[in-house]
């Protein structure tokens, strides 16, 4: 089944659609809902919507003002991105993903299942974790609010491990009947924690069996199956009453002798029922005889040892949840419990435990989805009721390497995996700091990872050159060539605004940026004929082999080094390339005048520099300039640029006549 | 080895982690460090205490995660940090403002000392906006030099309100990262793969001496110089190489040594053990540069990642000062590099060497503290 087609209506708070019509937009992972000025004609005032809860959406920010102005809501889709202790848990389980995607898939059989379970448990590890520290945080905190707020959080992650823990062990290791009891008696010895310090009260009292909860103690011991605790304890007791001393040893050896499923491979199943048979048989003999007639807790001890349920449910107090009751009836009466039998023991001990007093919570029902073997009613049902898509982007993610989910495709996005894994890092890449743990994420989305990836990554503020670097590195090494040359460009674009030539220079090169690379080159010669200097020398006379980046960079390059040949007084090699700039059209038109200027001295020099032929070229240079120009007009009206094309006419026909004379001396001679 | 390392989760992205200097003739490890968060709405500068000694078992075995002692609130990036003394610490900003912290020992808090706002610039110091990232700050008590984005050099005296001498246009790219040469000159590395020596006492505000990287122009994000040697000196770029120059001679390195795989946050000598060398990374690795097997037979301690073997390459010969790192006889040449991290994936921005314990930070939002790094 589609998983959105049952979300239900989330709620803004304090946006009243009955008041005022509202209108979103969407965002990459945000929705912003804005109040209109549109009233709703005739329609109730009654805030009938507040009632209902917002389950997965937190208002980030409202407008101020009044009831008359309207006000823009920024609607998150993932609110506990933003709790900061839980930044410990997006980040160290991202480590644990990165290391489930490298993990081997040709590893077979056991062993790759030994490696998930490993994995999963990694998981729920870093979540105990979490909870430690967000109960540390509550603990230390004077603050009521943040108490509340830290409690609540302990209490998600306890339901959070508790499914994990419950899908680990019949979806990851999928547990065959025998160690599969093992297993749940496991789980709800480790999430039954309401009994503990009551455990402990009586352990630690000076003598446990005079105190007044001893038997409740015991009655735990039991119902857990913790028949070593159990016994440890009834023979204080039974030494304390040596008048019923041999009561108690009847009891202690019907627990002694409990068979119970081995982990190994050294009993059948069926040699275990049959044992487990034989000693059913006994304890119904002891009871019926009446051995413990005498003691109502010893009795209703042995009742629970055969499995009846009457005697289990009195004890409901001390189990506190129907998954106790559930596994505790499995121990004493189904030991050997196939995983499909799950579903009817689970759904008539859930009926039995709660028996219409109370309905079942949004946890009972994913509970239950997961002794069903219903999977993705188990994702559906957290993706509902979870205020983060951490935990089913990362369960999903484990089942499907689990090769669990492979059948299932929605009728949008992908799959299932994919389409949460990309919720989860689209929660990410809106963060303003988690947003690089995103980036793993959406590689591991096939499909569409690509695709959302380079949405967001261009909504990252670039603050700092640091940080843009490290945008641009995801970038290429993921050869998002677009995402590289926007990044490049904006960076170059913020040098350039803050006068920083040289910097605009090295962003448009690493994009290989050449129409910027041009326009920045313009730059710099317009910085020359203005001031008559170059900045930025110390970068212009080491561009390299980025000069061939673009036409105009190139001329910068060589018509720097023009000027540094003439100040190094190596004129006839500053005339050859002076002339080359023109001739083999490096240059611009437009610069043609600077750089016939740029000839003037030259032809100015006490020696000749430029031969005959050089100087026809130069003229012509000239002629092709004033004649070709189709701003002719302007080189009339411009005095300064006819006294110029004056000048230069009059110092080459000068240059001209010297190097005749010269030549022909030479070659005479 | 890595059991020997301490890992916390501290929920804010690390941009720097530094020692605090032991005091002269002092014998215990370090025990203290700073950190320097980026990237968060609201940045901190931290000091840690590196673990409770008391509980360091008779054999100098080590647990016990690292454990804050004090932080404050810093307004921008934090893009470089330095300790001064024992008790301050300068901070550089990506605001373009440099901050000297007091660290209280007695009360364990944080104050701010003294703070030149806007040290670095784009167009005009007094306008609202127009900060530029402060990249990189480097300390001789009193004296702190800074260099940002803006390719400015600042000299500051501790005790001084101004700056004491201001290179405006020092470079026209970006300088990244700045490290005494000696006490008047300073070196400074850009991001068009030049190296540049500037003499403070010289009123041109011209570089000394310019080297650069041959080919393409990769940029230079960190050096530092050799703590005995001090004509050696080695720089990290932006392709994660590793570049040895001797800025006795020539202008291009002596040797370029393939790295990383992104760029070289950090590069630090040990600072009483130089043949040791440490690189951290944008690509998520960590790697210890072993020269010290080159000369003896003695046997390499690091056991954990991938190991590779690596020959220097020269162009250059008749080394006078035989140092393991321009070392040109190639039976000598083997160096031992270990990556400190194996399977991380986030950046790990900045390491800190000092004695046997070595600091880093990453992006994964993890402090670790290996306080055994020859055991």
Known sequence: ?669 | AMEDVSAKFVSQKISRTRWRPLPAAALQSPDLFATGSWDNEDNRVSIWSAGDLGNAGLNGEYHGEPHLLCDIQHNGDVMDMQFLDQERIVVASSTGTVTIFRHHQNNQTLSANHRWEKAHYHVDQDTSCGGAACTGVVCNNPEIVTVGEDGRINLFRADQKDAVRTIDNADSSTLHAVTFLRTTEILTVNSIGQLKIWDLRQQRNEPSQIFSLAGDRVPLHCVDRHPNQQHIVATGGQDGMLSIWDIRQGTMPVSLLNAHEAEMWEVHFHPSDPDHLFTCSEDGSLWHWDTSTSVSEKPSFLHQGGRSTAYLSHSTINQSVVSAWLSNDPTKDRMEITNLIPNQTLSVNSLDVLGPCLVYGTDAEAIYVNRQLFA
């Open chain 1, 1 to 669: 089944a589609p998983l959105m087609d049952t979300v239900p209506p989330q709620v803004v708070p304090g946006a009243d659609p009955s008041a005022r019509q509202l209108c979103f937009a969407w965002g990459p992972a945000e929705v912003l809902v804005c109040e209109t000025l549109f009233g709703r004609a005739g329609g109730s005032r009654s805030r009938a919507g507040t009632a209902a809860r917002a389950l997965t959406g937190s208002v980030a920010g409202t407008g101020e003002g009044a009831p008359s102005s309207s006000r823009v809501f920024v609607v998150r889709r993932d609110q506990d991105i933003y709790i900061q202790t839980l930044r410990k848990l997006f980040n160290e389980s991202h480590g644990i993903f990165m290391g489930l995607q490298r993990s081997e898939e040709e590893l077979a059989g056991k062993s790759r299942k030994a490696q998930l379970v490993q994995v999963s448990k990694n998981y729920r590890s870093v979540i105990r974790a979490c909870m430690e520290d967000m109960h540390q945080a509550a603990v230390s905190t004077r603050d009521p609010a943040l108490q509340g707020q830290y409690s609540t959080q302990v209490s998600i992650l306890s339901a959070m491990e508790l499914i994990w823990n419950l899908c680990e062990i019949l979806f990851v290791e999928a547990a065959a009947a025998g160690p599969l009891l093992l297993r749940l008696l496991d789980w709800v010895r480790l999430h039954v924690c309401d009994v503990d310090s009551m455990v402990r009260e009586v352990l630690s009292s000076e003598s446990p069996s005079k105190h007044k909860l001893f038997w409740n103690v015991v009655d735990v011991f039991v119902l857990q199956g913790r028949m070593d605790e159990a016994r440890h304890l009834l023979s204080k007791e039974a030494s304390a009453n040596p008048t019923s001393m041999n009561m108690y040893k009847i009891l202690d050896d019907l627990m002694k002798k409990m068979p119970v499923p081995s982990l190994g491979n050294t009993q059948t199943l069926t040699e275990l029922e049959l044992k487990w048979q034989h000693w059913h048989e006994e304890c119904q003999r002891y009871l019926q005889d009446g051995t413990f007639a005498s003691n109502p807790h010893m009795e209703s001890i042995c009742k629970i040892l055969l499995g009846d349920e009457d005697a289990i449910l009195e004890k409901k107090e001390l189990m506190t949840t129907w998954y106790h009751f559930l596994v505790t009836r499995l121990l004493y009466s189904h030991p050997t419990v196939k995983p499909l039998e799950l579903r009817f023991y689970a759904q008539s001990s859930m009926d039995l435990f709660l028996g219409g007093e109370s309905s079942p919570e949004p946890l009972d029902m994913i509970l239950m989805a997961a002794f069903e073997f219903e999977m993705h009613q188990v994702i559906k049902e957290c993706s509902i009721v979870l205020s983060n898509w951490w935990f089913v982007a990362h369960l999903t993610d484990l089942l499907d390497h689990c090769k669990l989910l492979q059948s299932h495709n929605l009728y949008f996005g992908s799959n299932m995996r994919e389409f949460l894994l990309l919720e989860y890092a689209s929660g990410l890449f809106s963060h303003h700091s988690l947003w690089q743990l995103g980036v793993d994420y959406f590689d591991h989305c096939p499909e569409y990872g690509r695709v959302y990836l380079e949405l967001h990554i261009e909504r990252i503020p670039l603050s700092t050159e640091q940080k843009a670097l490290k945008v641009l590195r995801i970038c290429e090494q993921r050869q998002m060539h677009e995402q590289v040359r926007s990044i490049c460009k904006i960076m170059a674009m913020k040098a350039l605004r803050n006068n920083r030539l040289g910097s605009a220079l090295s962003w448009s090169i690493r994009a290989k940026d050449a129409a910027f690379a041009t326009l920045i080159s313009d730059r710099f010669l317009k910085d020359y004929c203005e001031r008559g200097c170059f900045s930025d020398l110390d970068l212009i006379d080491n561009l390299g082999p980025s000069m061939l980046l673009s036409d105009r960079l190139t001329f910068l390059g060589k018509y720097r080094e023009f000027h540094r040949l003439y100040g190094e007084k190596r004129f006839p090699e500053a005339a050859r390339l002076l002339l080359t700039l023109m001739t083999a059209h490096i240059a611009p038109c437009s610069f043609w005048m600077t750089l016939l200027t740029d000839a003037l001295p030259l032809l100015e020099q006490k020696e000749v520099i430029f031969s005959a032929e050089q100087t026809y070229e130069l003229m012509r240079c000239l002629e092709d300039l004033t004649a070709g120009n189709p701003d002719k007009q302007k080189f009339q009206d411009d005095d300064v640029e006819t006294t110029k094309v004056e000048m230069l006419r009059l110092a080459l026909a000068r240059n001209l006549a010297r190097v005749i004379v010269k030549e022909g001396t030479v070659e005479g001679s």
